[in-house]
């Protein structure tokens, strides 16, 4: 379930395809991202949080379309909470691969015009990685804060 909070990044990679740590490539990637908060004007107060295997980038608040689902750590990012984002710009973006709305085996496959499904090629956390950085390039963002994150979110 997507949040209508959800905004998409699909400028990686900017000239080339993104090679995955396998050798293998991919065209025209997506990262499906949410932000909470303001970015300070000198970008310094960011905070990436990764989710596990299993999440999304819904971090904190409401579902849109399930006003009684709150994030997945929604008892820890907020404001006034442990990651204040009255404070903090933080950042969590669906994982590359992720049924979530980001480049995975649910998306076309630009070179046959029908989803990838067990065609998608094998990813690497190294790989996560790589869109996330080019995601915070992207924002404009330098240096983060901070990066956190639960089960595969803390392997990040």
Not at 39 to 53: E, Q, R, Y
Not at 65 to 92: Q, S
Not at 119 to 126: A, E, K, L, Q, S
Request: one cysteine or more.
């Amino acid at each position: 379930m997507l949040s209508t909070n959800t905004k998409f990044f699909s400028g990686f990679p900017q000239e080339s395809p993104l090679v995955l740590d396998s050798g293998q490539t991919l065209h025209d990637v997506t990262l499906a991202y949410e932000t909470y908060g303001e970015l300070d004007s000198k970008k310094s107060n960011a905070i990436l949080i990764c989710h596990a295997l299993s999440g999304d980038a819904h971090v904190t608040g409401f579902h849109s379309e399930n006003p009684t689902k709150r994030g997945w750590w929604d008892l820890f990012v907020g404001p006034g909470k442990a990651i204040d984002t009255n404070r903090y710009f933080v950042i969590c973006s669906n994982t590359l691969g992720s049924c979530y709305g980001s480049t995975g085996p649910a998306s076309l496959n630009p070179d046959t015009g029908k989803l990838f499904a067990l065609d998608f090629p094998v990813i690497t956390v190294g790989d996560m990685v790589k869109v996330q950085k080019a995601l915070i390039d992207f924002l404009g963002i330098s240096t983060l804060k901070m990066v956190i994150g639960p089960s595969m979110g803390g392997m990040q």
